[in-house]
């Protein structure tokens, strides 16, 4: 059954997260808001705020007013419940996804498209192998080759330390840190 013959329309409605107008999906996609909080296991009152302050909106709604989600709308509100969990409040999720559509804009939805981390306060964004804090911007890169040259490095210069105190043992002089 396609949402022409049930006579539904899709909403107009965008909201943060970019719930997005639809046009002959098949019912059997969408989901009803009573469905919605069964499978991600929220409270009717969460879903309906969560609508009403635009963090997470349902992609259609009925003649008759009644939200429908896509599937792509249960993967946005169980990535806003899981950082929510994790302690990260609302507006810091509407903060970081704001940020990041400016930063990634054919990122339509990023509760849906991105991988989201919460690390403390900071969520950060992984895409296309980066790390990014969401709201700044600002990579989140940890080079593994570069810590290891760091460290190689580092091996170096106490081996010649050590050698520089060893010589300087044998000879009778001392070696102070800081001097070989």
Known sequence: MTWAEVGTYASTRSGIDGGSALSRRPTSDLYASREVVQILGISRRQLQYWSQTDLVVPSAKTPGGHSR??????????????????GVSVQRIRASIRALRKLLPT????????????TGDVVLAFRNGT??????????????????????????????????????????????????
């Not at 599937?71 to 990535?79: N, S, T």
């Not at 804090?133 to 460290?151: I, M, P, Y």
């Open 69 to 86: 989600y896509t599937f792509g709308d249960l993967v946005a509100l169980k990535a806003a419940k899981r950082l929510i969990d994790a």
């Open 107 to 118: 990122v339509r939805r990023p509760l849906a498209e991105l991988i989201l981390v919460a």
């Open 131 to 180: 790390a990014f804090d969401a709201v700044s911007g600002q990579e989140w890169v940890f080079e593994v080759a570069h810590f290891q040259r760091e460290v190689d490095t580092w091996k170096r210069s106490v081996e010649t330390l050590r050698v520089a105190r060893r010589s300087g043992a044998a000879s009778g002089g001392t070696v102070r840190e800081g001097t070989a």
